[in-house]
C-alpha cells in the first residue's frame, strides 16, 4: 500500500524507533529516520536487510535547531513521531545532555513542525511526568491529572507538555504526547524497565535473569505502541493533548505467575519489596477518544509471540545476550 504521507522518525534507531519503522514500511509511507546513532542494530530484528538498506537515514542530533529544520524542511515532512530521548539514569548521570536532547531538542521539533507546516505531530512524553503513585488518590489516574514528577527526567518530560500546549495556544500547532510506562518486546534492551522484555527474552534462551522490581505496572508491547505513535501522528490532533497509555495493568509477579504456567522451565526471579515509583492505575479515555480503538495484544498472546519471535532470532545469532547481565 502506498502513501502520501512523508513521515520524519527521530531516535529512529531506538526500540519504539525501529518498530515505528517497521510499521511505516507495511503502510508503504515514505520515511526520514534520524537519529545520532548510526548502527541499525535495533532495525534487523525488526526487518531485512534490503528494507534496512532501502531507508533513508539521515545523521540528525535534536539539540541542532538549524540540522533539524533543514531536515524537516528538505524532505517535505507531513508527519513526525519524534521519540529520541535520553532515558531515566542517562538523565540523572547528566543533567545538562538529558535536558539538551530532552527538552530542548523538543522544542527544535516543534519549531520546525511550525515553521514547515507540518500537519500530524506525535512526540514522547511519558508516565514518569507524574511521580509517586501517592500523589494520586484519585483511580483510574486521568489524563489531566497534575504532574507531579519526581526524577529530572519525569520533568523534562513535563517540559514538553508544556511547550506542546503553548505552541498550540501560541501557534496553533497541534500536537498528542504520549505517555507510556513500561514498553516490552523485541527490541526493548535498555533502561531499568526492560526487565519485563528481558524475562521473556531469557526464557527463549533458557538463561537465568532477576528482575529488579515488583509491584503494580502498565505492560505495552511495543508493536502497540509504535502503533499508537503513528496513528496519534496521522491524527492531526487540533489541540495539544497529553495523553495515557494503559495496556495491562498488572503485579509484576503476575506476569511471573503466567510465565510460569505458559513456560514452566523459565528461570526468572524476582526482587520483592522493589515497587517503582509511578501510579500504574490509568485512564487511556483520552487516547481513545482522539483514535477510536486502541492496538493492544494481551499479555498472553504477546509473551508467546515473543518467546517465538526471539528463538528465531537468538538461533539467527542476531541477539546479544549479553543484555541479559546489564
Ligand atoms: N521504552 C519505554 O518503556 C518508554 C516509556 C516511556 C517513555 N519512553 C520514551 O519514548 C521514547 C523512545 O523510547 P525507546 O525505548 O525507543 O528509547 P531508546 O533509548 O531505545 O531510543 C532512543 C533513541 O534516541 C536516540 N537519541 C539520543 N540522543 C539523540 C539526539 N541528541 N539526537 C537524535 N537522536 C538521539 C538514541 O540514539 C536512541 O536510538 C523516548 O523519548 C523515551 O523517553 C519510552
Not at 162 to 182: C, E, H, M, N
Not at 213 to 218: E, Q, T
Request: glycine fraction near 6%; proline fraction near 5%.
Amino acid at each position: 500500500m502506498q502513501n502520501q504521507q512523508t513521515f520524519l522518525v527521530t531516535g529512529a534507531m531506538g526500540c519504539l524507533g525501529s518498530w515505528v519503522l517497521r510499521n511505516l514500511l507495511d503502510q508503504g509511507a515514505r520515511v526520514v529516520a534520524a537519529d545520532l546513532a548510526t548502527e541499525p542494530s535495533r532495525a534487523r530484528l525488526l526487518m531485512t536487510d534490503a528494507e534496512i538498506a532501502d531507508i533513508n537515514w539521515v545523521s540528525m542530533d535534536v539539540t541542532d535547531a538549524k540540522a533539524v529544520d533543514d531536515i524537516v524542511a528538505s524532505n517535505d515532512v507531513s508527519h513526525i513521531v519524534h521519540l529520541a530521548g535520553l532515558q531515566i539514569p542517562f538523565c540523572k548521570a547528566n543533567p545538562s545532555t538529558g535536558a539538551a536532547v530532552n527538552v530542548v531538542g523538543t522544542v527544535n521539533i516543534l519549531e520546525a513542525a511550525r515553521k514547515n507546516n507540518v500537519k500530524g505531530l506525535c512526540y514522547a512524553s511519558s508516565l514518569a511526568a507524574f511521580g509517586p503513585e501517592a500523589n494520586y488518590p484519585e483511580r483510574p489516574i486521568k489524563d489531566d491529572a497534575p504532574l507531579i514528577p519526581s526524577s529530572l527526567y519525569g520533568v523534562y518530560k513535563a517540559a514538553n507538555e508544556g511547550t506542546a500546549k503553548v505552541y498550540w495556544q501560541d501557534y496553533q500547532l497541534g500536537s498528542v504526547g504520549l505517555r507510556p510506562y513500561i514498553v516490552y518486546g523485541v527490541a526493548r534492551d535498555q533502561g531499568l524497565t526492560s526487565d519485563i522484555a528481558k524475562a521473556i527474552l531469557a526464557t527463549a534462551a533458557n538463561k537465568p535473569f532477576h528482575i529488579r522490581f515488583d509491584g503494580p505496572v502498565a505492560l505495552q508491547h511495543a508493536n502497540d505502541t509504535a502503533q499508537i505513535f503513528i496513528r496519534s501522528a496521522q491524527a492531526e490532533y487540533q489541540g495539544a493533548a497529553a495523553c495515557n497509555l494503559r495496556g495491562d495493568v498488572i503485579e509484576v509477579a503476575t506476569f511471573l505467575s503466567l510465565l510460569d504456567e505458559l513456560f514452566p522451565e523459565n528461570q526468572v526471579t524476582l526482587k520483592t519489596n522493589a515497587p517503582l515509583p509511578y501510579p500504574s492505575d490509568l485512564d487511556d479515555s483520552g487516547l481513545r477518544r482522539i483514535l477510536g480503538d486502541v492496538p493492544f495484544t494481551p499479555l498472553r498472546t504477546a509473551i508467546v509471540a515473543d518467546v517465538q519471535r526471539f528463538k528465531t532470532l537468538i538461533e539467527a545469532g542476531k541477539v546479544d545476550l549479553e543484555q541479559l547481565n546489564k
